[in-house]
């Protein structure tokens, strides 16, 4: 049955849930969000996530929101919600010898479309946050600020987040040096001065400037350490982290 066109675009200060609605009554529901976290880091994998909230009270996630705007404890306790109330969620992790060997943006838009088709219940529209996602099957709307704006990539947003951060700190455990479970492998100057001493590790991105340069000025890169669990390694762009309707 076709959809019926939107009437109007919802403002700003509607809430978290007005495009869902909108989109939904408009009859191209449901509304997967996607996003991504770790695209600035020079260390670490890329993890995009796409999420489908449920219908009625169970949409509304408490406490939902950006995930950069929300505390440790905070993305965690929402987190949770979001694994308990979802219609269908997904995560794909893209270790980072994938980001130096095809770039980050062409990593970030195949995790997307990968993200996007784990979903065990398709789409009827994705919004997505920041830029477009190209060559999907359904119709799509690029936010800008889409984490702060729609519930359904806010809460991708912290999917993405949450996964991150704990693969980060796994690797905390085989490369304690470098403070991956602080900075979870974003610029800052002490992970700068860490690079400088000690040149990268295997999962640092050598196509970084950065990172680059400290390993020309170091000469080697940094064995494991500790008995962390490594991030996968496996053929292709990435790996399913999680999956669930």
Not at 23 to 51: I, K, M, S, T
Not at 121 to 149: C, H, I, N, Q, W
Request: positive net charge; proline residues 7%.
């Amino acid at each position: 049955m076709k959809g019926r066109p939107l009437r109007f675009t919802p403002r700003r200060d509607a809430g978290l849930y007005a495009y869902e609605r909108a989109l939904e009554h408009a009859g191209l529901g449901p509304v997967a969000g996607v996003d991504e976290a770790g695209r600035g880091a020079c260390a670490g994998p890329l993890v995009v996530a796409a999420v489908i909230l449920g219908t009625g009270a169970r949409r509304r996630v408490p406490g939902l929101g950006d995930s950069k705007l929300l505390t440790p404890a905070r993305r965690e306790a929402v987190y949770a919600e979001i694994v308990e109330r979802a219609q269908a969620w997904s995560a794909v992790v893209i270790p980072s010898h994938d980001i130096d060997r095809v770039g980050v943006h062409r990593c970030n838009i195949t995790g997307m479309r990968r993200a996007l088709a784990l979903l065990e219940e398709r789409p009827g529209y994705v919004l997505s946050d920041g830029f477009p996602v190209p060559g999907l099957t359904v119709p799509s709307l690029a936010m800008t600020k889409g984490d702060r704006v729609a519930a359904c990539v806010a809460a991708a947003s912290v999917i993405a987040k949450v996964t991150r951060d704990r693969i980060m700190v796994e690797l905390h455990g085989r490369h304690p040096r470098y403070g991956f479970d602080v900075h979870k492998g974003y610029i800052t100057r002490e992970h700068s001065a860490a690079l400088a001493e000690h040149g990268p590790c295997a999962e640092h991105r050598f196509s970084y400037v950065n990172v680059g340069r400290a390993l020309r000025d170091n000469g080697t890169v940094a064995p494991g350490e500790g008995t962390g669990t490594p991030a996968a390694r496996v053929p292709g762009v990435g790996r399913t982290e999680r999956a669930r309707t």
